[in-house]
Structures are given as structure tokens and as C-alpha cells.
């Protein structure tokens, strides 16, 4: 028998998703444009004065990229669900975990890796000090993978509902706050000049469970949701 | 055309299924039996639950009572096996609007092996000209089209088709039967849908109808 190959799947899969992500660039850069937007705005919202500033800065940073993420969560499943791909993929051959794996490694690139790589340039508006800069980095590349894993989740228990979008917060918004309780501590260490490795290495750990739990959560959730 | 897909004989039967729509019994103690080299067309009026019953067999829905058999198996206990046998176009066509015609088909094919050329399946259901062009931009006939291609691309026993003449002009339903009746001649089984008469009559074809 021709059984295809698991990894050609997940990778046309993802390279799929990418594809489309690209395709569709206008509506892939809102969350990055959301991000940007909200964070620049606390200067102008609150004072430009910089020690101010700088304590909100790591609290503001997280807050806008998980709310970014979250905006974007809603979208995972959608359209695979209403064009019916989504069905295809649950009767593929293939397991569905790895399947939901490769959505969310797309949709990591697509929305977390972004928001990591302009990050920077927002700790700069918010008068971040310079030694912060790498565990910021650090925290959002560990830290949004969890975001991606863990709402895909929420997105695939919810895709089959009209107006899933609040509840998928509901569902999801409680299961970010431990991502957000340690990095947005990480980067608020190391702002005073304190180690964080515990911090990053927590951090680490959840993305390592979430991405190898998240997926069997998600394709459970979505064989219910196609039910 | 040779069978590609190594067929002893295999078998698919349904006991005692039921599905309910909300509160009301779409079918009940539903009892079916399809061997190799046979066509089953639902028919029955709309809302009769047709799409739900195909829906059952290939597996996506749940049944309330009952149970889906491949070769004396129940379906959700070898899910792997039995995906390897079906080949499945919903109500849905699950073509991708952002992608051209023949990504879809190459994806897809990524997704559940197989050897045929996309491009050929796509010339066979007369796409010649829309290879390159994006999904959105085709029509609710071509679209069928493309999802039909799929079937081509994979050898499969059991092929479970919703409507597939939906849309289709008289030469896609002649193309539609043409591809039913080389399954079927090939020693595969072909469950569809239709409120067409279909003209397969050469064809051993059950018929179920429901909601009557």
C-alpha cells in the first residue's frame, strides 16, 4: 500500500499554511500591526517619563503581544473549517496531532516569531534598559509558542461555533496568565540587572510541554468540533 | 486501467445506526452492506440526512447508536486503517481559495500519498486551463471539479461521494459516472448521494432511501 509519509504531510502542511499566511499578507501583519500600535501608544497615553515607562515596559511588551496572539487565534481553524480542508485533514491517513502541529508551528511564524523580532524596537520606546533587550527576546521566543500551542486548543474546540471568538478567549485567556506571570518577570529582572535564567528555563519547559501536549488536546478537539 | 490498490474483497457495514438533528430521528436501526465492486446512491428528500449518514460512514460524525464496520473492524478502532481506504468528497469541496487549482491538489497529495500526477487528474476533469488560477477564482462547477480530481490521485477501495453532480454540466455528470463506473470495474465500492437519477444502471447499485 502507498502509505504516504508523515514528515512530506507535516511539512506540505505547514508550507501550505505559510503560503496561504503570505497570500493573504494583509491580514497576517494585523496582529504584528496591533502590537505595534497598542505599545507605541503607552508613551503617548500615560507620560514620557522614562523611569515611569520603564517599569511598565515589560508588563506593557507581554500584555500586547499575548492579546496580539490571542487575536489571532481565532483564525487557526477557520477557514480549513468552512472550506471543508478541515475535513480532509481528520480523514487524512496522517495523525491529526501532527497535523495540528504543523498549524501551530505556522501560525508561530506567522504571528509569534514577528512579534519577537519587532520587539526590540518597542522596549526602545518604552525606555527599556539595554541589558533587558536579550531577555525580552528570549522570554517571547520561549513564551509564544505556549501562546500558539495552547490557543490552538481553544480554536479548534470553538471553530464549529458562529461567534466563537469571545469564548475562545474565556477558555484560553487563564491558561496564558503562568506565561505571562514568568516572562514578563524575566524581562523585569533583568531590566534591574537580577538573573533570569529560572525564569527562561521555566519558560522553556512550558513550550516544550505545550507543543508536545497541545497537539493531542487539538486534534481531540477538532474531531469533536467536525462531529 | 489496471487497480492499483491490491483488493482482495473488502466490505462496509453499518448496524443499527441511528442520528439524530437536534431533537429529531434522522434514521434509526439502519442496517447496510457493501462488497467490493458495488455503487450505493442515498437518495431521499432534503433534510433527510443523507450528508449526515455519509458523514457516519466515513467516520466524522458519531453515530448515537450503532456502529461502522471496514472488513468486520469498527472504523473508529482502526482509524489509520481505514483512512488508508477511503477516499472522501464532502458537501464541502475543501479547495482552498488562496491556493491555485493545482497546489490544492499537489497539498492534498502530500497529505495522503498516492501516485497519480495531479496534472493529469486535473486534465482528466477538464481543467486544463485553470491549473494556475487560484481558487477563488473558479466556478461552483469547476470547484467540484477540482475536488473530484482527488479522487484520482490515490487508488482507494471505498469512495464516499456528497453530491457529486451538484453543479456539474452534462458533460461532469457523464465524467462523474465514467469515474464511478472504473472504481467500480476495478473491484471498488463507491457510496454517493444524489437526487439525480443516476445512470449507472449497468453498475451493480443498491439503493437507500431515506426519509421515507
Known amino acids: 500500500m502507498n502509505q504516504p509519509a508523515m514528515l512530506p504531510a507535516f511539512f506540505g502542511l505547514l508550507r501550505r499554511d ?15 500591526v496591533f502590537f505595534v500600535l497598542v505599545a507605541s501608544l503607552f508613551p503617548l497615553a500615560t507620560s514620557a517619563e522614562p523611569n515611569l515607562l520603564r517599569t511598565l515596559a515589560p508588563g506593557v511588551i507581554w500584555v500586547t503581544a499575548l492579546l496580539a496572539t490571542l487575536l489571532s487565534m481565532d483564525q487557526l481553524f477557520r477557514g480549513d473549517y468552512e472550506d471543508g480542508a478541515l475535513e480532509q485533514l481528520v480523514l487524512s491517513p496522517q495523525p491529526l496531532a501532527l497535523m495540528a502541529l504543523a498549524k501551530i508551528v505556522a501560525h508561530w511564524l506567522v504571528t509569534g516569531l514577528p512579534l519577537t523580532i519587532v520587539a526590540p524596537l518597542l522596549a526602545m520606546f518604552l525606555q527599556l534598559p539595554g541589558e533587558a533587550y536579550g531577555a525580552l527576546m528570549l522570554s517571547l521566543l520561549c513564551g509564544t509558542p505556549v501562546l500558539s500551542a495552547i490557543g490552538s486548543i481553544g480554536a479548534a474546540l470553538t471553530v464549529s461555533l458562529r461567534r466563537g471568538g469571545i469564548l475562545l478567549s474565556l477558555l484560553i485567556l487563564p491558561l496564558y496568565i503562568p506565561v505571562l ?28 510541554g505545550a507543543l508536545t501536549l497541545a497537539p493531542l488536546a487539538t486534534a481531540a478537539a477538532l474531531r469533536i468540533s467536525l462531529d | 486501467m489496471t487497480p492499483a490498490f491490491s ?3 473488502h466490505c462496509l457495514r453499518a448496524e443499527g445506526l441511528e442520528a439524530l438533528r437536534g431533537e429529531v430521528m434522522l434514521f434509526e436501526g439502519l442496517e447496510l452492506t457493501l462488497n467490493s465492486g458495488q455503487v450505493l446512491q442515498v437518495d431521499g428528500p432534503n433534510g433527510a440526512g443523507k450528508t449526515t449518514l455519509l458523514r457516519t460512514l466515513a467516520g466524522l460524525t458519531l453515530p448515537e447508536a450503532g456502529e461502522v464496520y471496514w472488513d468486520g473492524e469498527p472504523i473508529r478502532r482502526n482509524r489509520a486503517a481505514y483512512a488508508e481506504a477511503l477516499n472522501y468528497v464532502g458537501h464541502q469541496h475543501g479547495i482552498k481559495a488562496g491556493l491555485t487549482v493545482l497546489e490544492n491538489l499537489q497539498v492534498y497529495q502530500k497529505l495522503t500519498g498516492g501516485n497519480g500526477d495531479p496534472v493529469e487528474a486535473l486534465v482528466r476533469m477538464g481543467l486544463e486551463r485553470q491549473l494556475h488560477n487560484p481558487g477563488y477564482t473558479l466556478s461552483a462547477g469547476q470547484r467540484r471539479r477540482a475536488a473530484l480530481a482527488r479522487l484520482l490521485l490515490r487508488p482507494a477501495p471505498l469512495w464516499i461521494i456528497d453530491e457529486p453532480y451538484t453543479a456539474l454540466d452534462v458533460h461532469g455528470v457523464a465524467l462523474v459516472d465514467q469515474l ?13 448521494t444524489s437526487h439525480q437519477r443516476v445512470e449507472l444502471s449497468d453498475l451493480p447499485l443498491l439503493r437507500l432511501r431515506l426519509g421515507s
Do not use: K
Not at chain 1, 505559510?18 to 491580514?27: D, S
Open chain 2, 7 to 9: 483488493a482482495p474483497s
Open chain 2, 180 to 192: 464511478v463506473r472504473e472504481q467500480v470495474l476495478a473491484g471498488g465500492m463507491v457510496v454517493l
Open chain 1, 181 to 208: 506571570i514568568f516572562a514578563a518577570s524575566a524581562v523585569d529582572a533583568a531590566a534591574h540587572g537580577l538573573p533570569v535564567t529560572g525564569q527562561l528555563l521555566l519558560l522553556a519547559a512550558l513550550a516544550v
Open chain 1, 18 to 32: 505559510l503560503l496561504l499566511a503570505y497570500r493573504a499578507r494583509g491580514e497576517t501583519i494585523n496582529p504584528l
